[in-house]
């Protein structure tokens, strides 16, 4: 069974900076994208940023030029900086991958638990 693992988090200030990674386990045949989501109280869940097989990188407006998406394929691990963050950047931020699980399996979404991101003075 594949589990995606996140960790990094926490409180920081405004204009601070934190990490965040997500590792997926199990027996995994390919990945087809990795990246983060957010979801803020009260909101609907939304894109950060993704990095897609053969597409690149796709990055959220309101992140663009503060967030930077990593990935280490080896290690089935996705991982993003977070800087100069802003109290909007308060959410829930959950780990996101599309798998390939087996050669002739269909490629599946898989979301980590969440981690809580807050940003107050």
């Known amino acids: 069974q594949v589990q995606l693992v996140e960790s990094g988090g926490g409180l920081v200030q405004p204009g601070g900076s934190l990490n965040l990674s997500c590792a997926a386990s199990?027996?995994?045949?390919?990945?087809?994208?990795m990246g983060w989501y957010r979801q803020a109280p009260g909101k609907q869940r939304e894109l950060v940023a993704v990095v897609t097989s053969g597409e690149g990188t796709t990055y959220a407006d309101s992140v663009k030029g503060r967030f930077t998406i990593a990935t280490d394929n080896a290690k089935n691990t996705v991982f993003l900086t977070m800087n100069s963050l802003k109290p909007a950047d308060t959410a829930v931020y959950y780990c996101?991958?599309?798998?390939?699980?087996?050669?002739?399996?269909?490629?599946?979404?898989?979301w980590g638990q969440g981690t809580q991101v807050t940003v107050s003075s």
């Open positions: 199990g027996s995994i045949f390919s990945i087809n994208a």
């Open positions: 996101y991958m599309l798998l390939r699980l087996k050669l002739w399996a269909s490629q599946d979404d898989y």
